[in-house]
């Protein structure tokens, strides 16, 4: 009996086994198809093949394998193929994976002073702070809050004699989960909440109106970073870092979300 029983737990456990590995193999067949396609990318990139490797990060990119390391690799791309404002806009995209990065923000403060382009409209200090930390990381940080202030709400309730005590740890958890949730609103709204775009011609005409014999407003150089407010007939309404509003052609500019 008791060799049966051996018998049949060893067939069960060969059986998860198999199981668990038909599950994990197509993750591990995937994650190998994205790093060879990566490399590959890469390769490119090395060789000074600048449109090929524009192309394959782009790819990579629409099959969805976007990563803050091949939005990264992308501007540096763009940036070699003398496409400033795409450059700039894989740097930001990066930025929001990757905020801290110093690297990052090495190189997309190089490329705009380069071509003398204005980044976006200045944050405050509030803002600034928030941007330190990515989206996702703020999620972590606001759920991992809300579950130590449950956990401690409860164990008050259970244990009356415990309140005291648990009181100052029961506080800092509902301030960091305020805290984070108020963070992480400010950094989807940065984000997500207000169309970004990035001028990609060496020059941008910005006029009064959406039409070509409408007076001129003013200009944006190459890679200046702007928000886009209304479309209307292949013209985008954009505001720029200083406040300034007018209408720009379509094709000038370049929004985050084609990306």
Known sequence: MGARTTTRTRTSTILWLLLGWLVIIPFVASAGDATARFDAANRFYEQGKYAEAIEAYREMIKGGEASAAVYYNLGNAYHKAGR???????????????????????????????????????????????????????????????????????????????????????????????????????????????????????????????LDDSQSAFTLQDGAEVIVSDTKDGWWQVRDGQGRTGWVKAEAVVRLEEF
């Open 84 to 210: 400033v404002g795409e450059a700039v806009a894989s740097y930001r995209l990066a930025q929001r994976i990757t905020p801290r990065d110093p690297d990052l923000r090495a190189n997309l403060r190089f490329v705009q002073e380069a071509a003398g382009a204005r980044s976006g409209r200045p944050a405050s200090w509030w803002q600034a702070w928030c941007q330190q930390t990515s989206l996702r990381e703020w999620a972590w940080i606001t759920g991992g809050a809300i579950w130590v202030f449950a956990i401690f709400g409860v164990l008050r309730m259970l244990k009356p004699a415990w309140r005291a005590a648990l009181k100052p740890a029961f506080l800092i958890a509902l301030f960091t989960a305020m805290l984070g949730g108020v963070a992480g609103a400010t950094v989807w709204q940065g984000s997500y909440g207000e169309k970004a775009a990035v001028v990609k011609v060496k020059e941008a005409v910005v006029r009064f109106g959406p």
